[in-house]
């Protein structure tokens, strides 16, 4: 069976990254394509797990709209996927890259294998767009693998079929363990200090002012530090550069590669973000996530208790801020995962995969 595996940004690289360690550990060669959609933060994510891929479309450019990224990936599919003798394509999550590469596989009749399936804000519009991406991905696909019970219950509510659904948990918690038990994470430059990630399309502009006026106010009244690792986007730099870049307490970085971010996560008092990912590898470190956003679709955290919604106004997030800074760790397991998701999702294909 000929697997194909397609990614672009930084989270898809560290969620197929156990993947296709998985695949290679049985022996199995799978075709990795990379769309590129991110150039320099999907290259860094790569290097750490030491992937090289087979195909690089290089299709980044600056500043670039949703309706070019999807459309230069459904081009470059479609040659690519004429090429060759696919059986199933695999995918991750929500982006336009996994969006755009399984509908192209959809056009040629290849079968489709979603990983992180079901996840539901509620809202087609939050988050932007990939809340629709993934209920696109999950029609068009063959096999989804739901993280948790309740993205599995989703898929079921929108009609899809029980045998197409497979409870695997997110494949986050196994890149976090590959890096643990190859890294010491115990060690960073900077103490006392909130670690900070925002990128969100619906929060950029105001949103986002709002909430990084809050923070610069309260790491001042506690005396913390903020590290943020400032995404690559211009959309985003402007704002945050123009918000923090004279706050003497806020300690602005270049996006940092995965060991040094979970070593970030490690070390810090708490979390703020509006990342997918982070949110769920917070728990694993026993870090309490403010989560500035108006939606979620992933409540697990919320659920949980290692996490709050903070929505994006100042005096809710302060208000969270405040909570954050109370909360106390417990020892209790990742909701969104046990680190064994990439051998179930391996299995599964290997298994079924083969079936009609
Ligand atoms: C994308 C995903 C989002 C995901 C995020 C992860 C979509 C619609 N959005 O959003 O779901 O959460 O990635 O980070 O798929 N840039 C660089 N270098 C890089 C990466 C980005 O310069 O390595 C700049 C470029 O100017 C690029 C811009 O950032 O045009 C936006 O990148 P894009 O992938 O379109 O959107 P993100 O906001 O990163
Ligand atoms: N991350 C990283 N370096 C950074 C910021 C984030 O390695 O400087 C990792 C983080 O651990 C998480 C992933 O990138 O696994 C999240 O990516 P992002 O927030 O860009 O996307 P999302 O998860 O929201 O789609």
């Not at 990254?17 to 695949?23: G, Q």
């Amino acid at each position: 069976m000929r697997v194909a595996i397609a990614f672009g940004t930084r989270p898809e690289v560290i969620k197929i990254a156990p993947v296709y360690k998985e695949f290679k550990d049985k022996g199995l060669n799978p075709l990795m394509i990379a769309t590129a959609q991110h150039r320099e933060m999907m290259d860094t994510m790569l290097e750490v797990f030491g992937i090289k891929p087979d195909i690089d479309m290089n299709i980044m450019t600056h500043n670039q709209s949703l309706n070019a990224v999807a459309s230069r990936i459904l081009k470059n599919m479609d040659e690519i996927l004429s090429q060759r003798e696919i059986d199933i394509l695999l995918v991750q999550g929500d982006t336009t890259s996994a969006m755009a590469s399984a509908l192209a596989a959809f056009h040629m009749g290849i079968r489709i294998a979603h990983i992180e399936a079901g996840l539901r804000s509620g809202n087609p519009r939050d988050p932007f767009p990939e809340e629709m991406n993934r209920m696109l991905i999950d029609r068009l696909a063959d096999f989804t693998f739901a993280p948790t019970r309740r993205a599995k219950e989703n898929l079921l509510k929108e009609g899809i079929c029980e045998k197409k659904i497979f409870i695997t948990g997110n494949t986050v918690v196994d890149a976090m363990k590959i890096i643990r038990e190859r890294f010491n994470l115990s060690t960073i430059e900077y103490e006392n200090y909130i670690l900070v990630t925002m990128h969100r399309r619906e929060n950029w502009g105001e949103k986002m002012r709002s909430v990084l006026a809050a923070l610069k106010y309260f790491s001042k009244e506690h005396n913390l530090k903020i590290v943020f690792p400032v995404h690559k986007n211009p959309k985003v730099r402007e704002v945050v550069y123009e918000a923090l870049g004279n706050c003497e307490n806020a300690i602005l970085i270049e996006p940092v590669d995965y060991i040094k971010f979970l070593s970030l996560l490690e070390n810090c008092v708490f979390v703020v973000t509006d990342s997918g990912g982070v949110q769920e590898e917070a728990p694993s470190f026993g870090k309490f996530v403010v989560v500035v956003r108006e939606t979620t679709e992933r409540p697990e955290l919320i659920e949980n208790r290692w996490g709050i919604l903070a929505g994006t106004s100042k005096e809710k997030v302060y208000q969270s801020l405040e909570k954050a800074l109370k909360f106390s760790p417990k020892k209790l397991k990742n909701p969104f995962g046990d680190g064994r998701a990439s051998q179930r999702i391996v299995d599964i294909i290997l298994n079924e995969g083969i079936k009609d």
